[in-house]
T-cell receptor
Framework: AQRVTQPEKLLSVFKGAPVELKCNYS??????LFWYVQYSRQRLQLLLR?????SIKGFTADLNKGETSFHLKKPFAQEEDSAMYYCALSGMDSNYQLIWGAGTKLIIKP | GAGVSQSPSNKVTEKGKDVELRCDPISGHTALYWYRQRLGQGLEFLIYFQGNSAPDKSGLPSDRFSAERTGESVSTLTIQRTQQEDSAVYLC??????????FGDGTRLSIL
């Protein structure tokens, strides 16, 4: 079954601390993985995709096919990182539609 | 603007009424998606259009929900005989085929 699991509904860390938002997936083929972010009162937007291998706003995510994970990491959290984060995948088996995780609310404490 | 536009931004209606939500995708985007986001929950897929056709309607929660797209552009999501459990934010997204989705601000629907 195709599934994206974000085990933490809520993650709270102090400013300056490292952040890791977990994402695990179940997919039979070769998926493309994404992280989307929704800041307060803003629209949902793409943060990064694994094929780009970019660092956006200090965030990185590496696709680990062995562990079927795509965790989002940032070494030093900032208050403006507080937002809702969604992991998603797409692939041929899903007709390239996005399969979404339930989301993790990240709160950065001052 | 060049982004996905949804209207109305807020809609309050009485239980049992019909509502129509509109989505204007980014020009040229062939794919269009509707999602529902209940308070405190993740995204729930409703329906997907490729051009004007809807190859996947599997997410529509009941036959009270329907959607159409015309001119490979504007889409409307219609909810008939609204129920309180229909209260949610309805999000629309569009994309080029197989490319990342761009989202609108959503319509916040409240059923009294």
């Amino acid at each position: 079954a195709q599934r994206v699991t974000q085990p933490e509904k809520l993650l709270s860390v102090f400013k300056g601390a490292p952040v890791e938002l977990k994402c695990n997936y179940s997919y039979s083929g070769s998926p493309e993985l994404f992280w989307y972010v929704q800041y307060s009162r803003q629209r949902l937007q793409l943060l990064l995709r694994h094929i780009s291998r970019e660092s956006i706003k200090g965030f990185t995510a590496d696709l680990n096919k062995g562990e079927t994970s795509f965790h989002l990491k940032k070494p030093f959290a900032q208050e403006e990182d507080s937002a809702m984060y969604y992991c998603a995948l797409s692939g041929m088996d899903s007709n390239y539609q996005l399969i979404w995780g339930a989301g993790t609310k990240l709160i950065i404490k001052p | 603007g060049a982004g996905v536009s949804q209207s109305p931004s807020n809609k309050v209606t009485e239980k049992g009424k019909d509502v129509e939500l509109r989505c204007d995708p980014i020009s040229g985007h062939t794919a269009l998606y509707w999602y529902r986001q209940r308070l405190g929950q993740g995204l729930e897929f409703l329906i997907y259009f490729q051009g004007n056709s809807a190859p996947d309607k599997s997410g529509l929660p009941s036959d009270r929900f329907s959607a159409e797209r015309t001119g490979e552009s504007v889409s409307t999501l219609t909810i008939q005989r609204t129920q309180q459990e229909d209260s949610a934010v309805y999000l629309c997204a569009s994309s080029f085929t197989y490319q990342p989705q761009h989202f609108g601000d959503g319509t916040r629907l409240s059923i009294l």
